[in-house]
DNA sequence: TTGAAAGCGATACCAA
DNA sequence: TTGGTATCGCTTTCAA
């Protein structure tokens, strides 16, 4: 049997609320008496138990993080791998650990967050990947659960929420190649249900209106090999851009290899512009051109605005803030000529 | 306030241990009375809380995961994303959930240890990364905490642990450099206070003693930049081989970025051969050689016995399991004349 | 300033 | 089969 609060009562000769009060750093009590059970407390290697303390308190010391991604789906995505990076930056130090869980599919994810908030094991939810109808918002909002969206809350003013403008940034990397001179450019966007590339490929559109009568827009599944067949049949296709926009850099990754294979050079036979600047972009040879999303200005905010309605200070904050994104341009969307012209 | 189990119990004309009972489905409870909570507790979507429920039982339903890295030192770090996917693969759809935390350093992990074990706040623990006198694993020890080890566990035969065998992986990968006719290899190693560099290395200087007298062994930081930065020394030193092992994937980028900066190639000035054969392999032009770990069957194994282990089953398997690695090579090791051979 | 006692929401042991 | 009651370890009134 572990030590309890009882038992450092009995052996500093004092009342078990007594220890509570020390260890809670009430003012009220005794400095002898405070230093006597401060003693016996860490010489007895003493901790409250975590749990018998959320159920007292409202706070459980928990922040919940639900992704839902097919097995194996979480290595080798760039979002990922900064979104775990940046949350797990924020919370060192402070009084929340991060409750991580992966779903398959949409019913178990519905049902895993009834799980996590229902049952009140977490004290918030970080949402990301919202889609168009998301029935997991509804739940939360009926419920009244903190949580905040890393994701474009689709017009609906009372969720809190931070993201990047995804039209903004679909159009700068759009804008970008047509200043490049490019005038057939087309868009490798990710399952077209999410917003992410819903809204890129709304700024894609708005872009190339100004240099191309037909927008050719491809989709295909996240993750590297899935853009790699999707590459093919651009290559292969009638309607062949020459340029592309691709909604990540991983993605991205699987286009420079299908062009490798295919004898086909960056930017010569195809230039290329995603999203992320992750690492992978100095990775590429001549470096790969990304629009970086800040991922780690978005989840500090996002965190910073979900830990105070957790503990209920006023959210001053506006509901919705956007985060800036930046073009990071490097040699696969600047046409040889033009470096030659340095 | 939330609904709670009296609250059930009273809709139902039932009393409250009679909801508990039908909620763990306990035999012995009338089949009337049983519907007749039931669908009380799901039109009012009842979910048990789960601190009162864990205080109560023993278990928290929580497997805790701490790494120690400076910050945003999580990010494109391939053994970090395998690790995690791997992980919540597993617990999909198991009855744990996964709390994750960092550390910046020694100190303030030893603390954090103390939080989440002594506090019961998780029932059990992931190590990784294990240094080669690790206190943790002698806190742990001593208050019976149970815990797996993703490493290797030094000699000490009560802890339970789930590894590669690094001085064989670091021996095939010497060994396979040494069978191309390479007769000047290097090593390119993380820290050298981290076990799996120490392994690695042991592995090169059995393998590499064959064909060469005298070991030629450089360290560096973890991630691509540090390898980076290391590779130029190593490029421009007296000692230079003609092929390097290194340390991991992501340090690989790093030689391979600087190599294509000094305008050479892989393998004809320098071959390459690394660990982890993770998706940044297929990157590299022509690819990059490199030893699987099989880090989701480590994984798997770990957390199966750790979940053995906090259920108090028996844990029949072995104390130290050695899950195998294998070779996967590619053009980064293969020089070309035995290419055009083919 | 301190201690006694009442919960927090569940589980588990009784007796009925 | 069911309900009363103690208990898990802590926080928080309420008296003393």
Redesign the interface.
């Known amino acids: 049997m572990?030590i309890t609060q009882a038992d450092i009562a009995k052996i500093a000769n004092v009342s078990q609320p007594t220890v509570s009060r020390v260890l809670s750093g009430d003012s009220r009590v005794e400095p002898t008496i405070r230093s006597r059970v401060l003693e016996v407390m860490s010489t007895h290697?003493?901790?409250?138990?975590?749990?018998?303390r959320?159920?007292r308190q409202k706070r459980?010391?928990?922040i919940g993080l639900v992704?839902k991604?097919p097995?194996?789906?979480?290595?080798?995505?760039?979002f990922?791998?900064?979104l775990?990076?940046?949350i797990?930056?924020f919370?060192?130090?402070k009084p929340y650990?991060?409750?991580?869980?992966?779903?398959?599919d949409e019913t178990?994810q519905v049902s895993l967050y009834?799980?996590l908030l229902?049952?009140?094991?977490v004290d918030g939810l970080i949402l990301v990947e919202s889609e168009a109808k998301d029935e997991r918002i509804h739940r939360l909002q009926a419920d009244q659960f903190p949580f905040v969206l890393i994701g474009n809350p689709l017009g609906n003013e009372d969720i809190l929420s931070v993201d990047n403008d995804n039209v903004h940034a679909g159009r700068i990397a759009t804008e970008h190649l047509v200043a490049q001179g490019f005038r057939k450019i087309g868009f490798l966007a990710g399952p077209p249900e999410t917003t992410v590339s819903r809204d890129r490929i709304e700024g894609y559109l708005q872009a190339s209106r100004a240099v191309q009568e037909r927008p050719l827009v491809w989709h295909s599944d996240f993750g590297?090999n899935a853009a790699r067949e999707t590459a093919r049949q651009i290559l292969e296709s009638p309607d062949r851009p020459e340029a592309l926009v691709v909604l990540d850099d991983f993605m991205a990754?699987g286009v420079?290899?299908r062009l490798?294979s295919a004898a086909q050079r960056v930017p010569d036979d195809m230039a290329l512009v995603s999203f992320n600047d992750?690492?992978?972009c100095?990775?590429?040879?001549g470096g790969l051109t990304s629009v970086g999303l800040n991922i780690?200005s978005i989840v500090y905010n996002a965190l910073d605005r979900l830990v105070r309605l957790i503990e209920d200070e006023a959210p001053s904050a506006p509901h919705r803030l956007v985060v800036p994104c930046e073009l990071s341009v490097r040699g696969s969307s600047v046409p040889r000529r033009e470096v030659a012209q340095r």
């Open positions: 572990r290697n003493y901790r409250p138990d975590a749990r018998a959320s159920l459980a010391g928990l992704m991604r097995k194996g789906g979480l290595t080798d995505d760039p990922f791998a900064s775990m990076s940046a797990m930056d919370l060192v130090g650990h991060l409750c991580a869980d992966m779903t398959l178990s009834d799980e229902r049952s009140r094991r590297a990754m420079v290899q490798r992750s690492a992978l100095q990775l590429v040879e780690e």
